[in-house]
């Protein structure tokens, strides 16, 4: 949580591979000199001022931020959801291996599933051609 958080290069591997990783961050700092948000593999470095919001596929956005100024502090506060969840409620609450066990066919039907389920949660991101009606969707439209 601070004084000075800094997260370095990183992917949340754990987390749900298709879900929204929020990050907060707060503080007394210099957001113009450091907290920046790095999303390297989208090659961005966004200005992250006190009290601002981002949400995120930490598993599969390599991320992190650049450290503040001396003397300076900076929190951060970060809500994700474990992946392990999604498997646990799809396995029927019970472990992947229990299930391997106790329903050989319906694991072999749920791993079959694997590239139906990447497909759909790319389908969840907007395109570049959408993002104006996706945000008229979600702003303005009631």
Same mark, same amino acid.
Request: aromatic share 10%.
């Given at each position: 949580?601070?004084?000075?958080? @800094?997260? /370095?290069?990183?992917?949340?591997? !754990?987390?749900?591979?298709?879900?929204?990783?929020?990050?907060?961050? $707060?503080?007394?700092?210099? &957001?113009?000199?450091? +907290? &920046?948000?790095?999303? *390297?593999?989208?090659?961005?470095?966004?200005?992250?001022?006190?009290?601002?919001?981002?949400?995120?596929?930490?598993?599969? @956005?390599? &991320?992190?931020?650049?450290?503040?100024?001396? +003397?300076?502090?900076? @929190?951060? *506060?970060?809500?994700?959801? $474990?992946? +392990?969840?999604?498997?646990?409620?799809?396995? $029927?609450?019970?472990?992947?291996? #229990?299930? $391997?066990?106790?329903?050989? %066919?319906?694991?072999?039907?749920? #791993?079959?599933?694997?590239?139906?389920?990447? %497909? #759909? !949660?790319?389908?969840?991101?907007?395109?570049?051609?959408? /993002?104006?009606?996706?945000?008229?969707?979600?702003?303005?439209?009631?």
């Amino acid at each position: 949580m601070g004084p000075e958080t @800094v997260s /370095l290069k990183h992917t949340d591997s !754990a987390n749900y591979f298709a879900g929204g990783c929020h990050i907060y961050s $707060g503080g007394p700092y210099d &957001h113009k000199l450091g +907290g &920046h948000i790095i999303l *390297f593999s989208l090659k961005r470095v966004i200005e992250f001022p006190p009290g601002s919001n981002i949400i995120i596929p930490s598993s599969t @956005v390599p &991320h992190g931020n650049t450290p503040i100024q001396p +003397g300076e502090q900076r @929190v951060s *506060f970060t809500q994700y959801c $474990g992946g +392990g969840l999604f498997r646990w409620v799809q396995c $029927g609450f019970r472990s992947l291996k #229990d299930l $391997g066990k106790n329903n050989p %066919k319906l694991k072999a039907k749920l #791993d079959g599933k694997a590239e139906r389920r990447w %497909k #759909d !949660a790319l389908g969840r991101f907007s395109k570049i051609n959408e /993002l104006h009606a996706d945000r008229m969707k979600v702003f303005v439209e009631k």
